[in-house]
């Protein structure tokens, strides 16, 4: 997918090819942690897989910019460590520790609530005015929450494991807590894949000492890792992490934004149809409903908040993941990838 500037618009087929990249690979990646950490250490995983993703990103920005590359200041590292440590160890990190435990459909219907937290602590700690539209979604999105996670509540049939169903609400929270300071404090390089390379170098720097804090690599023993779990993370960290994040890039400047920002209510479709498929997950009525819901109010809150972006938010760049995607944008809400 090209990258650089085009000397004119580009065909339509073109775009959706980019959509359907975001749509089906971004979905895809619960799916593919889901089979990562059935032999790989979940912060062993994720911290490799995001120092390879940043390492390249930010190698090949050198050499792309020869001469003229800039390396972030030192005001620049620290804001990156920052997003990196909410977006990739917050993020990512819980994503992967909770699906040991948690479905990979139920755990990509919890993340996707990440634009409800965006709106709920943006008016909260940055006194941003939501319209009603957007307060609609905040009560929908965990009217859907409530009827996914409530058996786990009260003990119920169907009830999840309350360690890795708490690790994944916590995902979204810290996703959205980066994704706001990101776009509202932070000081970030200007070149879109060093900023990206930035945050998730660090943040893959947090998670190695989150497997540390763990026993995770005192433990670890890459014989023990399965092939299986061992192409999953390949396709995570190639894929998931370096293709879709630089389609998502190049879609940023060609596509309009509520296209793009369809992905955030696709995706958790995606993930539960290949966790029902691949892992033969159940699908009971109660997933399907919530899942309705949820992705109800991820479309209300992504037109809302879409109203109130101005043009100018568009340029500034920041990571997707992504639990799938990686980092995140100002622009169009993403989440843990």
């Known amino acids: 997918m090209p990258t650089g500037s085009t000397t004119g618009p580009p065909e339509r087929s073109t775009v959706w090819l980019g959509m359907l990249v975001l749509y089906v690979v971004w979905g895809s990646t619960y799916l593919g942690i889901a089979i990562a950490v059935t032999t790989f250490p979940p912060f062993v995983m994720a911290a490799i897989r995001f120092l390879t993703a940043g390492g390249v990103l930010l190698g090949w920005s050198m050499l792309r910019s020869g001469r003229s590359f800039e390396w972030p200041t030192r005001r620049e590292w620290r804001d990156s460590a920052i997003v990196g440590a909410l977006l990739i160890g917050g993020g990512m990190g819980m994503v992967a520790w909770g699906e040991q435990t948690i479905p990979s459909g139920i755990a990509a219907l919890l993340i996707a609530t990440m634009p409800v937290w965006v709106a ?34 009260v003990g119920g049939d169907g009830a999840l494991d309350p360690a890795g169903l708490a ?5 979204p929270l810290a996703w959205a807590s980066g994704s706001l300071f990101s776009s509202h404090r932070a000081m970030l390089p200007r070149r879109p894949l060093v900023s990206t390379g930035a945050q998730m170098v660090t943040g893959g720097l947090v998670l190695v000492v989150m497997g540390v804090f763990t026993g995770e690599w005192q433990t670890f023993d ?21 293709v879709a994040y630089t389609t998502y890039s190049w879609l940023l400047g060609v596509a309009p934004l509520p296209l793009i920002s369809t992905y955030a209510y696709v995706n958790p479709v995606v993930a539960v149809i290949l966790g029902w498929i691949i892992l033969q997950e159940p699908i009971d009525a109660r997933t399907l409903l919530a899942g309705i819901v949820i992705v109800a109010a991820v479309a209300l809150i992504v037109t809302a908040r879409g109203r109130m972006w101005r043009p100018a938010a568009r340029t500034e760049p920041v990571v997707t993941p992504l639990p799938g995607s990686s980092v995140s944008q100002p622009a169009a809400v993403s989440g843990p990838r």
């Open 120 to 153: 709920v602590l943006g008016g909260v700690f940055l006194g941003e005015r939501l319209p009603r539209l957007a307060v609609a979604g905040i009560v929908v999105g965990f009217i859907g929450v409530a009827i996914l996670v409530g058996p786990s509540a």
């Open 222 to 242: 890459p014989t023990a890792i399965s092939a299986e779990s061992f192409l999953a993370f390949v396709y995570l960290t190639v894929i998931g992490s370096l």
């Open 167 to 171: 690790a994944i609400i916590v995902s």
